[in-house]
RNA sequence: GGCCCGGUGGCAGAGUGGUUAUGCAGCGGUUUGCAAAACCGUGUACAUCGGUUCAAUUCCGGUCCGGGCCUCCA
């Protein structure tokens, strides 16, 4: 099997993957900080990377995939006194939301899915070799990392000391040695979440959760790590910088992987500009499995724009899709092996559906292989996995004039009864309600089939 | 100011130093009681200005435009 291509952004190169044991691949993605529902932005990492894990199964014997929940943050402290709620409750909330959507967006769950507040003691043991290394330092009841101390500090994001200090922003706090110097720990008030440190009681700060937990979970040095393309810097940069120094390595990950960002009207959707859309609602409005083939539609480091037009065109292709693939059954050795070749040069899956609409063209034409490669593939991006029935038919909403399913049929097989006595003018008249009710009729030697029209 | 990434047909979106994906929409046709679906045919698009080359949308450089990071952020 040909090798597989992968954008790294530590050289912005597209490399060959060699993992570090061909048997055992270690893939690390950020989760979410869980203090409300994540939006389509946050949606685009899930399912890009849950389709790289995807493809790796096929070619290594075990992969292993930890994707993180951070629950302790301040953020997480703000929203729960906003809504009046404890920390507890309000992450064990957004952690089972976050849970639903991603299973509506057909993403598989990660091996492991630590969470920070469960490894606070490791934290602290890696701060403590950071202290004892010479790489941080405690003042204040604080622990921050001396980004000095560090020689290719910047390697990730290409950035020198220099612009970072040229380019600061934020006031620098009076307990730093330097201002790019960043938290490892900070001290709590009473009210807020914290724990006992020989730093005094306090709470860690956001980067050392990850380089703690990946840690934990995949060593020190571990084959891919994954993220958006905002992550870069500071937190992978930082990241970095607490593992090689705890660790005395030259690398934390051999491949650094970023998705480019989703855009709605072309600008950035993130929380702090307000123009989310959460996954949750987009998913009752256009199904799961659309959001994820309108996702998959760009390459995952170009941006997105997830306009209306966008989630039509995604429903679209998917109709057209699931009327070739019909009810095949298929196992994984009818995978067609140009589509993977698509999904071997750095995910291209824009190049991996443009073949699965081929494919869908010859089944249309009545190559039964090509039903089934059709079928085998699309499980690769965790497409068309459902019944070609179910997709059709499964209007959440009901329909406008609230026919149920019964309703529709009853009405189809009064137009069969009256197309069989050539009342065409009858049989009309019926599909003329239906389709005012949003049903789509498909007449075939097979008999009629319907389908619901969205939007 | 520093660093990074882009500009492809009506829309979305791949890709390639010369044979020009794919989907949606459109048009013509086959088919159908009528439709729908399907199939066939149809669109010479690659921001701009130079350079390299027998040949550039594809490589190099400049310009213009857009976006992102530098602060929590997928």
Redesign the pocket.
Known sequence: MSVLKLHNTLT?KKEDFVPIDNDHVRVYA????VYGR?????A??IVVFDVLVRLLRLRHAKVTYVRNI?DV?D?INIRAAERGIGIDELCAETIETFHQDTERLGALAPDIEPRATHHIAEMQAMITTLIDKGHAYAADGHVLFQVSTMADYGSL????M???I?????EVAPYKREPAD?TLWKPSSDDQPGWDSPWGRGRPG?HIECSAMAKSYLGEVFDIHA?????????HENEIAQSCCAHDQTKMAHYWL??????MN????????GNIISVTDAADQYRGETLRAALL???Y?????L?D??M??AR??L??LY??VADVDASQDKIDADFIA?LL??L?T??A??R???L??L???GDAAAAKALKASAAVLGLLQQSADSWAKAGDAATDDGLDDAAIDGLIEA?KQA?ANRE??K??EI?DQLTGAGI?????VDG?IWRRRWQ
């Open positions: 912005r950020c989760g979410p900080t994540i939006h389509l932005g946050n685009r990492p951070t943050d953020k994001s290409k950035r020198s220099d612009d970072m040229a380019g600061a922003r934020v960043f956001w993220g958006g393309l905002d992550l870069i810097f500071p937190h970023h998705n480019g960002f989703v855009t072309d600008e950035k959707m993130s929380k702090s500009l539609s760009a390459h480091r170009a941006p997105l724009d306009s037009n966008a039509c065109d679209n292709g109709d057209r009327r070739a698509c040069d750095d291209n824009p190049a559906m443009a699965l609409h081929e869908a063209r089944a249309n034409k137009r197309r065409f003018a049989a009309d599909r789509i009729l498909e007449d075939s009629t």
